[in-house]
T-cell receptor, first 115, second 112 residues
Framework: DSGVTQTPKHLITATGQRVTLRCSPR?????VYWYQQSLDQGLQFLIH???????AKGNILERFSAQQFPDLHSELNLSSLELGDSALYFC??????????????FGPGTRLTVL | KNQVEQSPQSLIILEGKNCTLQ??????????LRWYKQDTGRGPVSLTI?????NTKSNGRYTATLDADTKQSSLHITASQLSDSASYIC???????????FGAGTTVTVRA
């Protein structure tokens, strides 16, 4: 158990809908990262937040948005869902964010299925 | 073109044997390179982290090497076990903007 929690574990929805994925980082970690992993694909970095502020953006679609709240939990909002958005969405947290000794701890993931 | 290339894409080895996975990157400027192990359907777990000044880092039966001049890294698995069956992912961190570039991973299958 990494100490990072993600909810829900599974999510099934229809095209065009909007969903929110939630992540609680490990106690004391200030950074939260979001990743997408499609079937048989590698991990795609979406976005990184540090202490409530956006620090880096990866291949995140405009239909997707994220935020980190004062209590450091984070939410990833996916809207106008398409079939291709079906994937595993991972959240990771780290103490600082990007340093050479800053290990990321991954949550168990949320499996999103868009029908 | 992906800035992090891993090879081979997959490999099968017999239990007890050794294997080496490769990672070539073009990320520059470079901050650090990480190797992760990901079991199917689970989140990745960090194995090693190396900065540009480090040549090697070990974690049990896993040994990572780094040549920052040639921009190559390898992960060596010694005396493989069935539990080593997983995807191994090379991740390179940019030093300017904290972005991470991920390789596509090497899938290792260990057979009894």
């Amino acid at each position: 158990d990494s100490g990072v929690t993600q909810t829900p574990k599974h999510l099934i929805t229809a095209t065009g809908q909007r969903v929110t994925l939630r992540c609680s980082p490990r106690s004391g970690d200030l950074s939260v990262y979001w990743y997408q992993q499609s079937l048989d694909q590698g991990l795609q970095f979406l976005i990184h937040y540090y202490n409530g502020e956006e620090r880096a953006k990866g291949n995140i679609l405009e239909r997707f948005s994220a935020q980190q709240f004062p209590d450091l939990h984070s939410e990833l909002n996916l809207s106008s869902l398409e079939l291709g958005d079906s994937a595993l969405y991972f959240c990771a947290s780290s103490v600082v964010g990007g340093g050479p000794t800053d290990t990321q701890y991954f949550g168990p993931g949320t499996r999103l299925t868009v029908l | 073109k992906n800035q992090v290339e891993q090879s081979p894409q997959s490999l099968i080895i017999l239990e007890g044997k050794n294997c080496t996975l490769q990672c070539n990157y073009t990320v520059s400027p470079f901050s650090n390179l990480r190797w992760y192990k990901q079991d199917t359907g689970r989140g990745p777990v960090s194995l090693t982290i190396m900065t540009f000044s480090e040549n090697t880092k070990s974690n049990g039966r896993y040994t990572a090497t780094l040549d920052a001049d040639t921009k190559q890294s390898s992960l060596h698995i010694t005396a493989s076990q069935l539990s080593d069956s997983a995807s191994y992912i090379c991740v390179v961190s940019h030093s300017n903007d904290y972005k991470l570039s991920f390789g596509a991973g090497t899938t290792v299958t260990v057979r009894a």
